[in-house]
């Protein structure tokens, strides 16, 4: 994503590392701790996600992948404090991150932009076009929500982002790890989309 106008085919891409030969990409999430009714043991267990993903990684990058791991409800990568401990624990160029902001809303953060991308910035190479509402956790569509998207788009624009923006927007139903959003949910989805790249002045490089 770039200003309107601007080329960037000399940009490095954040969040990949310089020389890297990517092959493919997974998208992971981290582990489900063991009771998720109270998440305020959830801190006891980055750790064990951090050793688990960190043996995924050496295994993906012999293998030339890059797995991404995406911040999800009701498991130990929910918050973005958590999900910078497991990603600086592993600290791995085969490991980088999947933004999600609806999720993140979803897990009581607000201004997720505004005060955590600068933290997670270094590992992000992929965005989820999704967002939600803090009082109750309901998803929308970009910009009519909680999760910042005119403020991301902003960041994005700004830093030359050549990565992955996957619309995902869940508009019909959203479940856990899954949704359905229809030809009509898709097709508006995409048009609140481009109507905040328009806002922001960014275009897709």
């Not at 590992?123 to 910009?143: C, F, M, N």
Request: hydrophobic share 40%; with cysteine.
């Amino acid at each position: 994503m770039v200003p309107s106008g601007r080329s960037t085919s000399a940009r490095p891409r954040p969040g990949w590392p310089s020389g890297w030969k990517l092959q493919g990409r997974a998208r992971v999430f981290s582990v489900y701790p063991p009771d998720t009714s109270n998440k305020a043991h959830s801190d006891t267990y980055v750790a064990e996600a951090s050793a688990r993903l960190s043996r995924l990684a050496a295994m993906a990058r012999e293998a030339g992948f890059h797995l991404l791991m995406e911040n999800e409800k009701d498991i130990v990568g929910d918050t973005p404090g958590r999900c910078h401990a497991i990603l600086s624990a592993v600290e791995s160029p085969a490991l980088r991150f999947a933004w999600d902001p609806a999720n993140f809303v979803q897990v009581g953060i607000e201004q997720p932009t505004g005060r955590w991308w600068s933290l997670l910035a270094p590992y992000i190479a992929y965005v989820h076009v999704k967002d939600a509402v803090l009082v109750d956790g309901s998803v929308r569509a970009a910009g009519e929500g909680d999760g910042q998207i005119p403020e991301l788009w902003r960041v994005l624009c700004d830093r030359g982002y050549l990565g992955v923006l996957a619309l995902e927007p869940h508009l019909a139903f959203a479940g856990h790890s899954s949704g359905f959003s229809g030809e009509d949910g898709m097709a508006y989805a995409a048009k609140k989309l481009w109507e905040v790249m328009a806002e922001v002045g960014c275009a897709e490089s």
